[in-house]
């Protein structure tokens, strides 16, 4: 019997980058914010289509902050989420005070059902976080219609879907805020 071996994943780097990276290494003091860093972050949002982009160490880390941002704008309230998502989004919803709201998924997208999000809008709505799942978009244009007009901010978690589009837009350009992870 024949066996096939396809890798998990493969690693990438090669010797000039392993090289270039030590070279980094040695010859700085600063790993984190430098100029690297903010040139990376201006790239970054050129090819997004956005004004700024923030860099911090972890996709969880910018959930939290992205709802800090949020209960600080907003005040406190529901969020509503989907039950198909990275856990971290879930946490930085209640370790910031919010009362998570769970809608099912539309099963064509992976994302949240805008039947379900209309039914479960309330007055103590503050925001939508919408999850693109795996290289998908999420967005419906009615979501953003109904967004718009109860005035509740679009929140994306990107994480999984680097360069999808909705329309001519990539997600992560669209609400409010979002998050990516590298």
């Keep these: 019997m024949q ?15 392993k090289k270039a ?17 903010r040139k990376f972050e201006q790239d970054w949002s050129a ?14 880390a910018a959930n939290f902050l992205t709802l800090s941002a949020l209960r600080d704008l907003r005040g406190l309230g529901e969020v509503i989420v989907p039950p198909l998502t990275w856990v971290s989004d879930i946490v ?7 009362m998570p709201v769970f809608v099912d998924i539309n099963p064509q997208t992976l994302a949240l059902d805008f039947e379900g ?15 693109h799942i795996l290289g998908l978009n999420g967005i419906d244009r009615r979501i953003l219609d109904l967004l718009k007009e109860k005035n509740i901010l679009l ?19 669209i609400g409010f805020a979002s998050n990516f992870s590298f």
Aim: one cysteine or more; a positive charge.
């Design 3 to 17: 066996q096939f071996k396809w890798p998990l994943i493969q690693n990438n780097l090669t010797d000039q980058d």
């Design 21 to 37: 990276l030590i070279k980094h290494i040695q010859k700085s003091d600063r790993f984190t914010q430098g100029d690297q860093v």
């Design 47 to 60: 090819w997004l289509g956005v004004k700024h982009s923030i860099f911090v160490s972890s996709g969880s």
């Design 92 to 98: 930085s919803v209640i370790e910031n005070g919010f």
């Design 117 to 131: 999000i209309k039914k479960n809008i309330t007055s103590k709505t503050k925001a939508v976080f919408l999850t």
């Design 155 to 173: 929140l994306e978690d990107a994480c999984e879907s680097h360069g999808a589009t909705f329309g001519k837009k990539k997600v992560g350009s």
